[in-house]
C-alpha cells in the first residue's frame, strides 16, 4: 500500500512541479560542470535533479561528519545557486498549498529546502533503508 501511494504521489508531484525543479537541478548542474573548477557542484546538482523527479519513497540523510571543503563548498553554493533554487520550491510550493489536495506536495517541496542550500555531506537513500537512530 504504501508503496502503490509513494508511486501516486510520485506522478502528481512529477506533473505539478517536480519536471521544473529537476530542470533547474540540472542547468545549475551543467552550469557548474562547464566551469570545471564546480565540477563537485554538478555532481551533487544532478544527484539532487533525480531525487525532484522522483522524491516519494526516498529521504535525505547527513553523511556525517563533513569536511572543511564540504563545508566551504556549501557557502559557495548558497551564494551562487542554493538561494536561487531554494526561492523555486518556495515559489513551486505555493501553488500547492493553495490546492488543497496538494497540500502533501507543498510540505514535500518545503522539505527539500534544506538539500538544496547545503547539497554536499547529503545522502539520498530509500525510506525504507533509513532507520533515524535513537536519542
Do not use: E
Request: with cysteine.
Amino acid at each position: 500500500m504504501r508503496n502503490t501511494l509513494s508511486i501516486v504521489l510520485n506522478i502528481i508531484w512529477l506533473v505539478f512541479g517536480g519536471i521544473w525543479l529537476s530542470i533547474g537541478y540540472m542547468a545549475a548542474g551543467i552550469i557548474c560542470c562547464i566551469l570545471i573548477v564546480t565540477i563537485p557542484f554538478g555532481i551533487a546538482s544532478f544527484r539532487i535533479a533525480i531525487y525532484a523527479l522522483w522524491p516519494f519513497g526516498r529521504t535525505v540523510v547527513d553523511r556525517g561528519r563533513v569536511g572543511a571543503f564540504s563545508t566551504i563548498g556549501n557557502v559557495i553554493w548558497v551564494l551562487v545557486a542554493g538561494i536561487w533554487i531554494a526561492i523555486g520550491h518556495v515559489l513551486t510550493a505555493i501553488p500547492m498549498f493553495v490546492s488543497i489536495v496538494g497540500i502533501p506536495l507543498g510540505i514535500a517541496n518545503l522539505k527539500m529546502i534544506p538539500i538544496s542550500l547545503m547539497p554536499l555531506g547529503k545522502v539520498i537513500v530509500p525510506s525504507t533503508q533509513y532507520l533515524p537512530m535513537a536519542r
